[in-house]
């Protein structure tokens, strides 16, 4: 099969820190990718490997087929999108877009039908001839995105583009980036810390800890079953609740509940005596009359409600455990009650303690 961007074996280090190490990623042509992650888990660092801003210490980059790991960033057939704008303040917005491209001497009528092309799809026609001092941070990212779009490339580079921006803004440009994605069908790798970001952007994500993936796979696959409790406590808002026990013959028990798997699909056909972590989102948790049908009731006492808008989050206990609960945003309830709720196994996940890998 051939990809749009293949990583092998990429080591990369700075003196005697391993930033990254063995990583192998394949990226399809034509697919959305983002890397996932906390500050420091090397997910820029790839991308910037992947521009040729950094030297790798071993390891292959390939493009479209093409090795590219030691060739110069404008050789790569890439566009990137940097965190901050970078804009020309003395050019106007048509100046940033066209001169990147009269730098590398494209002919005079490509570059004005790039620049039609790449204002028409980011919708900003009428500030082309405004300076990047009289636009707001929206419409420089745009500008930003658009100078990347100009270059008439197969693969876009990301680099928190976003994270500058205010909250509503944020989510604006999220959906115009994949509205982008679905006209131009390139292909994009997009670097970012929040997982809001990627799970509604990204046909995979890679989830990066400390120089290495711990999980690629669909938005879908990394929610519903996270491969570790890195993972499962990383992907979530708020995160799993974790309980620790002992599985025994397919029975998860703590403290003196016992819940039965029943429903449960293992990865690991050995449930044999061993230390485990359940994890249980709070959205996954049912209350009211949907608690009574579920095959595990228990009862809670609420600790703290947090009205959300559109949700409830509760806190609570459950026996010793601490117990996130996620409810409608119309529920009545107070702290101090006892809130029935219902688990149904198959939607949990099951970790081995030691390993700390899905069961």
Same mark, same amino acid.
Not at 159 to 185: F, I, M, T, Y
Not at 259 to 288: C, K, N, S, W
């Given at each position: 099969?051939?990809?749009?961007?293949?990583?092998?074996?990429?080591?990369?280090?700075?003196?005697?820190?391993?930033?990254?190490?063995?990583?192998?990623?394949?990226?399809?042509?034509?697919?959305?990718?983002?890397?996932?992650?906390?500050?420091?888990?090397?997910?820029?660092?790839?991308?910037?490997?992947?521009?040729?801003?950094?030297?790798?210490?071993?390891?292959q980059i390939f493009i479209k087929d093409n090795n590219v790991t030691w060739a110069e960033p404008s050789d790569r057939g890439i566009g990137m +999108?940097?965190?901050?704008?970078?804009?020309?303040? &003395?050019?106007?917005?048509?100046?940033?877009?066209?001169?990147?491209?009269?730098?590398?001497?494209?002919?005079?009528?490509?570059?004005?039908?790039?620049?039609?092309?790449?204002?028409?799809?980011?919708?900003?026609?009428?500030?082309?001839?405004?300076? @990047?001092?009289?636009?707001?941070?929206?419409?420089?990212?745009? !500008?930003?995105?658009?100078?990347?779009? =100009?270059?008439? +490339?197969?693969?876009?580079?990301?680099?928190?583009?976003?994270?500058?921006?205010?909250?509503?803004?944020?989510?604006?440009?999220? !959906?115009?980036?994949?509205?982008?994605?679905? &006209?131009?069908?390139?292909?994009?790798?997009? !670097?970012?810390?929040?997982?809001?970001?990627?799970?509604?952007?990204?046909?995979?994500?890679?989830?990066?800890?400390?120089?290495?993936?711990?999980?690629?796979?669909?938005?879908?696959?990394?929610?519903? &079953?996270?491969?570790?409790?890195?993972?499962?406590?990383?992907?979530?808002?708020?995160?799993?609740?974790?309980?620790?026990?002992?599985? !025994?013959?397919?029975?998860?028990?703590?403290?003196?509940?016992?819940? @039965?798997?029943?429903?449960?699909?293992?990865?690991?056909?050995?449930?044999?005596?061993?230390?485990? =972590?359940?994890?249980?989102?709070?959205?996954?948790?049912?209350?009211?009359?949907?608690?009574?049908?579920?095959?595990?009731?228990?009862?809670?006492?609420?600790?703290?409600?947090? @009205?959300?808008?559109?949700?409830?989050?509760?806190?609570?206990?459950?026996?010793?455990?601490?117990?996130?609960?996620?409810?409608?945003?119309?529920?009545?309830?107070?702290?101090?009650?006892?809130? @029935?709720?219902?688990?149904?196994?198959?939607?949990?996940?099951?970790?081995?303690?030691?390993?700390?890998?899905?069961?």
């Open positions: 099969m051939s990809y749009s961007v293949e990583i092998k074996n990429l080591d990369l280090s700075f003196g005697a820190v391993q930033v990254l190490q063995k990583l192998n990623l394949n990226i399809h042509e034509g697919e959305f990718l983002v890397l996932l992650g906390s500050s420091g888990c090397g997910k820029s660092t790839l991308l910037n490997c992947i521009a040729g801003l950094l030297e790798v210490t071993d390891g +999108v940097f965190q901050s704008y970078a804009l020309y303040p &003395q050019m106007t917005v048509r100046g940033n877009l066209s001169f990147g491209l009269k730098n590398a001497r494209v002919p005079k009528a490509e570059i004005e039908r790039r620049v039609a092309r790449a204002a028409e799809i980011l919708q900003i026609e009428p500030l082309l001839d405004r300076k @990047p001092g009289a636009l707001s941070g929206g419409q420089r990212q745009r !500008v930003a995105i658009g100078r990347a779009l =100009v270059r008439d +490339v197969d693969v876009f580079l990301f680099d928190e583009p976003l994270s500058n921006l205010d909250a509503k803004l944020r989510v604006d440009l999220r !959906v115009e980036l994949k509205r982008l994605h679905n &006209q131009l069908k390139n292909t994009m790798i997009y !670097v970012t810390h929040d997982q809001v970001e990627a799970m509604t952007l990204a046909d995979r994500i890679a989830v990066m800890k400390g120089g290495k993936i711990m999980q690629l796979g669909s938005p879908d696959e990394i929610y519903n &079953q996270p491969r570790n409790l890195y993972v499962a406590d990383f992907i979530g808002s708020p995160s799993m609740n974790f309980l620790a026990g002992h599985l !025994v013959d397919g029975t998860f028990k703590v403290d003196d509940m016992v819940l @039965p798997m029943t429903g449960y699909h293992f990865a690991d056909a050995q449930t044999a005596d061993r230390p485990a =972590v359940i994890g249980i989102r709070p959205e996954h948790v049912a209350t009211g009359p949907l608690a009574a049908d579920a095959p595990l009731q228990f009862h809670v006492t609420i600790d703290l409600v947090e @009205p959300m808008g559109s949700d409830t989050l509760v806190y609570a206990k459950l026996g010793q455990h601490l117990f996130r609960v996620r409810m409608d945003g119309q529920a009545r309830v107070k702290a101090g009650e006892t809130l @029935p709720i219902g688990i149904d196994p198959a939607r949990a996940s099951l970790f081995d303690k030691k390993t700390e890998d899905r069961l």
